[in-house]
């Protein structure tokens, strides 16, 4: 029989320091209608459906902290509602500043036609999915979809500060909603026919590298995130969610409760991507785009979109393959990355034999996913590198490389880009952690022989591990738009090991680089204009190891 009255707690204490947020969100259902209202106390109660803390620090580290975790006496549409009410609560003017950096103007004039388009996209896609989930809920990967809306609706209700409850419609696809799609939008907008569209080509969006030390004493992965710097509002999470696989309370559990990863103020998913979970599997990502227009037709809204599929797969996948296995299902087209999935389960340090599994690789692009073991290729190489090119040969063909590479040169090429040549150059000199951050910071662009290109100045930031294209001349003249000014590059560094993704930590660096280069500031920058509210004004912070021992 259901209680008239359920008190669910949303709390969370920190040891006081600056600026620390603290605080509880009680949640009252009303067996009457369903309904949530929201409760805020400045104190710890007891019997709380979802803890956390938040740390801000950004203007000390370039990074804010929020740790979340839910109780599994809670159902589990509970415990993501409250994750999501409770998130919003401690986050709420991060989230506002970054609404406005980032997506307030994304659909005004002259963009309301399309608009209209990608509303009635969302709306069907949305439509479809609930039909889904009502046809499939002994489905663990449905019932995981379900919990990642249930989730967004927490914090888009605690953000409007109005009451609601566990569900996974949207009532508004173009409001907050629009967080949670913004790499699809990356693809929705051809294939929607955004008008005037400019897409800067051969724009670079992240560097990754997987290495080998010497003896296999370990194995580092890591992730520079290149994106416009007005995104640089950043949020490191962790999520203990006591999720089971399916809607059955007897179920059993998913394969990772726990996951960490670099994120932004609002959004339930990474969007870098660059994760750590505890079945012990990093998962990251570059994108590789799509060139090729007759693809966009495959894109329909009877598909789930790219970061629902990931965090899926992050919670369902306890090895590289079934990972892979789970984000295949019900390919968007949207968002078109390579993923790349490191088992550490399968990795002994000092052992030289590397066991089957331990890296697996899946590129996408509308109506395809291929993928394979690649761990092979690591051992030979004692790396792998990411950087924005397909490196299976169908995907690469279909998506249109050869097109660019036959205009452009070698540049659009898996082994002739810039970034190829330099990890290929330079991993051999990675040796310890400060040696792969040195090298995933790297742009020494004026320098450097392969950040030449066919240009005035015959040189590009962009051309480097961890791009800095706002150092390009406004002036200058170059092939294609990647190459030129803009505010664009690395905007961060995530980098883990053997020993830290145990305890789900990683080093960070937020902001572009500035190892070699000048610390990025608004002030002093042509981009001050820019909508950057509660930026820092100074990029320029050292390295950061976050420790999760404060968790709630």
């Not at 566990?166 to 051809?190: A, S």
Request: glycine share 8%.
């Amino acid at each position: 029989m259901e209680l008239t009255f359920l008190f669910l707690l949303c709390c969370f204490s920190l040891k006081i320091a600056a600026s620390t947020r603290h605080g509880s969100v009680v949640l009252v259902k009303n067996g009457v209608n369903g309904d949530y209202g929201l409760k805020y106390y400045d104190r710890y109660v007891a019997g709380a459906a979802a803890v956390g803390n938040f740390t801000d620090d950004i203007n000390k580290t370039g990074w804010s902290f929020l740790d979340i975790s839910t109780d599994a006496g809670a159902d589990d549409m509970t415990q993501a509602y409250s994750a999501g009410v409770l998130e919003s609560h401690l986050t709420r003017i991060r989230i506002a500043q970054h609404w406005n950096n980032t997506m307030r103007d994304y659909c005004k004039k002259p963009y309301t036609g399309y608009c209209t388009r990608l509303q009635s996209f969302l709306i069907n896609n949305t439509n479809w999915i609930q039909q889904q989930i009502k046809q499939n809920q002994n489905d663990s990967f449905w019932h995981q979809i379900a919990l990642i809306y249930s989730q967004i609706n927490g914090i888009i209700d605690g953000f409007m500060n109005k009451t609601g409850k566990p569900r996974t419609t949207i009532d508004d696809p173009l409001g907050l909603f629009l967080f949670y799609i913004g790499g699809d939008t990356e693809d929705l907008e051809p294939a929607l026919k955004k008008p005037n569209l400019k897409r800067i080509l051969g724009s670079g969006s992240c560097s990754a590298l997987i290495k080998l030390l010497p003896g296999n004493s370990d194995l580092l992965v890591a992730q520079d995130t290149w994106n416009g710097y007005e995104s640089m509002l950043r949020i490191i999470k962790r999520y203990h969610f006591s999720y089971r696989l399916n809607s059955d309370p007897k179920s059993g559990s998913v394969a990772s409760k726990m996951i960490s990863f670099s994120s932004y103020p609002g959004a339930v998913f990474s969007g870098d991507d660059f994760y750590i979970t505890d079945a012990g599997l990093v998962t990251q990502e570059t994108t590789n785009g799509n060139n090729n227009d007759k693809l966009w037709s495959k894109i329909t809204p009877n598909s789930v979109l790219e970061n629902f599929r990931s965090m899926a797969a992050n919670r369902l996948g306890n090895s590289g393959k079934t990972w892979v296995s789970t984000f295949s299902r019900y390919n968007s087209g949207t968002y078109n990355n390579q993923w790349m999935i490191v088992d550490y389960k399968l990795f002994t340090p000092q052992e030289q034999t590397l066991k089957p599994g331990l890296l697996y690789v899946a590129e996408q692009i509308p109506g395809k996913i291929t993928s394979g073991d690649l761990t092979k290729v690591l051992k030979q190489q004692t790396y792998w590198a990411s950087y924005n090119i397909p490196y299976f040969t169908d995907i690469f063909k279909e998506s249109g490389y050869p097109r660019m590479a036959w205009k452009y040169g070698e540049w659009f090429t898996h082994e002739g880009s810039p970034r190829a040549k330099i990890f290929k150059r330079d991993h051999v000199k990675v040796t310890d952690l400060t040696s792969m951050t040195t090298l995933m910071r790297y742009n020494d662009f004026k320098n450097d022989p392969l950040s030449k290109c066919k240009c005035n100045p015959p040189y590009s930031a962009e051309n480097a591990i961890s791009a800095r294209s706002d150092l390009n001349p406004a002036n200058g003249t170059y092939p294609f738009g990647a190459l030129g000014h803009r505010k664009h590059g690395g905007t961060d560094m995530k980098l883990t090991s053997y020993s830290l993704s145990k305890k789900m930590r990683f080093l960070s660096v937020c902001g572009p680089t500035s190892d070699t280069q000048p610390p990025f500031q608004w002030s002093k920058s042509d981009y001050k204009a820019v909508p950057h509210e509660g930026h820092p004004d100074l990029f320029k912070f050292p390295p950061v190891l976050h420790d999760w021992a404060t968790a709630p």
